[in-house]
């Protein structure tokens, strides 16, 4: 190599190695526009019970604890915590030094004051009832706080990942009708800067926040409530982070444009789809009718039409892949003639001739009732039906307006079997879901499950902080679930997020791709939003 | 006269009780209510808790109990809290009106701006090319969809030509423009959504007053204009026109109550925080104490604008006279 070539090389290399550093480094400023179809309700941490709401509570405030990338609780407000005496008592060792945005120190009476708040009967709160099974809460210094359970409750550790609310600005306040609830002050990485109903919610980067200051300096938070002008909106430009619907995803978003602008990402959602019987219908008594029925419809089918592909098959009501999540379980495949044979195993069989089966002189008929609103859960009800047509199965369909959805149907369990979406916490413990005691009027057992097995199972799992032990009792509820077939398992669909290209620092993980948020930056040279001046 | 109007006003309050009378139990039929919304479905929220939420909110009592309530507090001009976020049902209607207020009027003058030659155009040759095209032209505006149009039009100007914004009413970095700015940026944003809601209700103008216009120009008033030698247009805009805006002037009166309401797709479709999509979102949240808000200042208004329709009906046509 002559030393011409050498010194080229050299040079190359510079500023190969150059530019790969320039990248690496992260720049402060610019703004992220995020779209969103609904506005917030409320910003007190312990009312919010919309997703937008929580979307801006997540940046303003913090929990004691939180979940890491992994869906592993990690310290957030605290440095660490203690479970002591086989779980009755936690014990919150609190970081020290961390300032709300009014400069005043975070301390263990922000929490007390929290708790005392959430277990208030005059505070409108829905979260109350798992602050309720605790039996005392004792600040034993500034930064050391105490919680005596009545009894061992091994969710209620999640709990406290609840958002933590100042107690120098609250105390004097009726929660029913404070300032706060449009101009909170928190703990966490973004200041609340102004909210105007129905249009936007504006949060400042906070530079003294405790994990360090975010790269991102403003957060604007828009309202657009139509997906298809919110798409709109990501073709210009104007919004640059946002959900696209799975027909967006296949089928709008593969222009060169696009591609070239936006960064899109495809992640398991924490919900998923089924149709659950009624059990106290007769038709559904029979094991073996759920599970023909089961057979019966073909879940791909439904994924491929209503979700274009993007969702996935489930068997359990647990985050796929989490440690909760029993992946040993042999899914039933589809097979009608399977279907057939365990219908006529139950006594269902075309006696009459007339195409429908029939057992006593009653044809196989049921209505399917979902809520209004959703068009996929309309398709996904349709091609069930076509599916049970084919073996003989009369379905007819029943779309209900929200409200009366629940409250004069599910609520009075006025159903033979219902469409509908449960949403997963991070945390696996479905008691309230799957208990046989939690079958009351307008409680969520509304299908009306039943074994004892299962009802030990939950309060073994709820009783014991070992994840080990823990996952060993839901992987067995699991297993029990989907062999009773009590809901059929439909999909989990996937989330699908996109964010212009101009953000770097974005990794992908189980948790999603938010949980590093204060992380992302743009480089200097693409900055957009320049002339927004950060400091106020 | 102010006799007249005096007894006109005394008579609306009956109806205003009346009105809310019935809106408030028939909103109580409606299956569902407003702690819904934060319980619904939410395995987190025990029946102990929900139970205490609508302690809380006063559902707990009888609807004749709850309606007296909230009309004894009426009577204080006390419109009650949204049960949605706490916030006074007053506060929440005044964020929302001036934007719907604004388009509506803006929209209402470009529709009689617009719709008034139309029809007296179309009217003094009917048949002719003209009144062919343009009626085609306002019956295909009052026919076509609003949502999609918007969306056409929206699709073209912002996103293919990029002159205007797709939605919304005000720009990202609008705090830190100066007046000017200010007003050209909000201009922008308004000119789509002025634009379709005006499309759609050319129709209705222009025919009431190719209607009238045709009546008039074949009464015998405006035959003896033209017999004295008048000129063809003092015979129209003199004579002609002045009577046949008559029946305009009522529907003037009768577009006041929809001045303070909006659309909800129209609302929805162009992100604009206006008074339809709280009055649905009111609606969809059974949120009673604000949608009773809202029902009542329509009726106020629908009432006020039939008597102010009435009377200015009087004033410019000598022909009616009210009884004392």
Request: charged fraction near 20%.
């Given at each position: 190599m002559s030393r011409k070539r050498i010194i080229l090389f050299l040079i190359f290399s510079f500023i190969f190695v150059k530019s790969l550093l320039a990248e690496e480094i992260p720049s402060y400023g610019d703004s992220i526009v995020v779209g969103s179809i609904g506005d917030a309700r409320t910003l007190i941490p312990i009312l919010a019970s919309d997703s937008a709401s929580a979307d801006i509570c997540g940046l303003v405030f913090n929990g004691l604890i939180k979940y890491d990338k992994d869906i592993n609780l990690v310290p957030d407000l605290v440095e660490s915590w203690q479970v002591l005496d086989n779980g009755l008592t936690i014990v919150f060792k609190l970081k020290k030094g961390v300032l709300w945005h009014d400069g005043v120190e975070f301390k263990a009476e922000d929490v007390e004051f929290t708790f005392r708040k959430l277990i208030d009967p005059n505070v409108r709160t829905p979260y109350s009832g798992d602050f309720e099974k605790v039996k005392s809460f004792e600040a034993l210094d500034d930064y050391t706080v105490k919680i005596t359970y009545k009894e061992p409750f091994s969710p209620g550790l999640s709990s406290w990942g609840m958002w933590i609310m100042p107690k120098h600005l609250l105390e004097r306040e009726d929660f029913n009708k404070t300032f706060f609830s449009r101009k909170p002050t928190g703990t966490g990485p973004y200041k609340f800067n102004f909210w105007k109903s129905q249009e936007k919610i504006v949060l400042d980067a906070n530079k003294n926040y405790f994990e360090g200051s975010p790269y991102i300096g403003r957060y604007i938070y828009e309202i657009i409530p139509d997906e298809a002008t919110l798409f709109l909106q990501l073709l210009v430009e104007a919004v640059d982070f946002s959900g696209l619907s799975p027909f967006q995803y296949k089928y709008q978003t593969n222009t060169k444009f696009f591609n070239n602008t936006f960064n899109k990402y495809k992640l398991p959602s924490f919900g998923f789809t089924y149709l659950g019987f009624n059990l106290k219908s007769e038709l559904f008594k029979d094991e073996r009718v759920r599970q023909a029925l089961d057979y019966a419809v073909d879940k791909n089918e439904i994924i491929k039409g209503v979700l274009f592909g993007l969702g996935r098959v489930c068997s359990g009501p647990f985050i796929p892949d989490s440690w909760a999540y029993n992946n040993n379980i042999k899914l039933r495949q589809f097979s009608p003639d399977k279907a057939r044979q365990l219908l006529t195993e139950a006594g269902w069989f075309d006696h009459n001739g007339d195409g429908w089966l029939d057992k006593d002189n009653q044809n196989f008929e049921f209505t399917i009732i979902t809520n209004q609103g959703n068009d996929q859960r309309k398709t996904v009800v349709q091609i069930i039906q076509k599916r049970l047509a084919d073996i003989g199965i009369k379905v007819k369909i029943k779309i209900v307006e929200w409200s009366t959805f629940i409250s004069e149907f599910i609520d009075k369990r006025k159903f033979d079997a219902v469409l509908l979406g449960w949403s997963l916490s991070r945390?696996?413990?479905?008691y309230d879901i799957w208990h046989s005691s939690k079958t009351k009027e307008g409680e969520f057992n509304f299908i009306s499950y039943r074994n004892a097995q299962v009802d030990e199972l939950l309060i073994k799992a709820r009783r014991t902080f070992n994840q080990e032990e823990r996952a060993a009792y839901y992987k067995k509820i699991h297993e029990i679930i989907y062999e009773e077939a009590p809901y059929m398992f439909l999909y989990v669909p996937e989330s699908l997020p996109v964010v212009h290209k101009r953000f770097r620092g974005i990794a992908p993980a189980p948790l999603g791709i938010g949980y590093n948020f204060i992380k992302w930056y743009v480089p200097a040279d693409e900055q957009k939003y320049k002339n927004i001046i950060m400091e106020k | 006269m102010i006799v007249y109007i005096f007894r006109r006003l005394c008579g609306l309050i009956p109806l205003l009780i009346g009105i809310s009378a019935i809106s408030f139990f028939v909103i109580h039929l409606a299956p569902g209510k407003p702690v819904g919304i934060q319980s619904d479905l939410n395995p987190k929220v025990s029946l102990e808790v929900r139970a205490r939420l609508e302690k809380l909110y006063g559902l707990d009592k009888p609807v004749a109990v709850q309606f007296k309530n909230w009309f004894l507090r009426l009577l204080r001009f006390d419109f009650g809290r949204s049960f949605l976020d706490d916030r006074l049902v007053t506060e929440k209607i005044k964020e929302r009106l001036p934007i719907t207020v604004l388009i509506n009027l803006l929209s209402l003058f470009l529709i009689f701006i617009i719709g008034i030659p139309i029809g007296v155009k179309s009217a003094l040759k009917p048949g002719s090319f003209f009144d062919k095209v343009s009626t085609s032209l306002v019956f295909l505006g009052f026919a076509m969809p609003s949502f999609w149009l918007a969306l056409l039009l929206m699709s073209f100007f912002?996103?293919?030509?990029?002159?205007?914004?797709?939605?919304?009413?005000?720009?990202?970095d609008f705090e830190f423009l100066t007046l000017p700015y200010k007003i050209l940026d909000v201009a922008r944003h308004l000119i789509l959504p002025v634009f379709v809601s005006a499309f759609g209700s050319l129709a209705g103008i222009s025919r009431y007053m190719r209607q009238g216009m045709l009546e008039v120009i074949n009464s015998d008033y405006v035959r003896a204009a033209r017999s004295r030698g008048l000129s063809e247009a003092r015979v129209i805009y003199n004579h002609a026109l002045r009577n046949a805006l008559i029946p305009i002037i009522t529907i003037l009166g009768l577009s006041i109550p929809g001045l303070i309401g909006g659309s909800v797709i129209f609302e929805t479709i162009f992100a604009i925080p206006g008074m339809g999509r709280l009055f649905f979102e009111s609606v969809m949240s059974r949120d009673y104490t604000l949608i009773m808000g809202l029902l009542v200042l329509g009726s106020v208004f629908t009432l006020l604008g039939n008597l102010i329709a009435d009377i200015a009906y009087a004033w410019v046509d000598p022909r009616i006279r009210y009884s004392r």
């Open positions: 945390d696996p413990d479905n | 912002a996103v293919t030509l990029r002159w205007l914004p797709v939605s919304g009413i005000k720009s990202i």
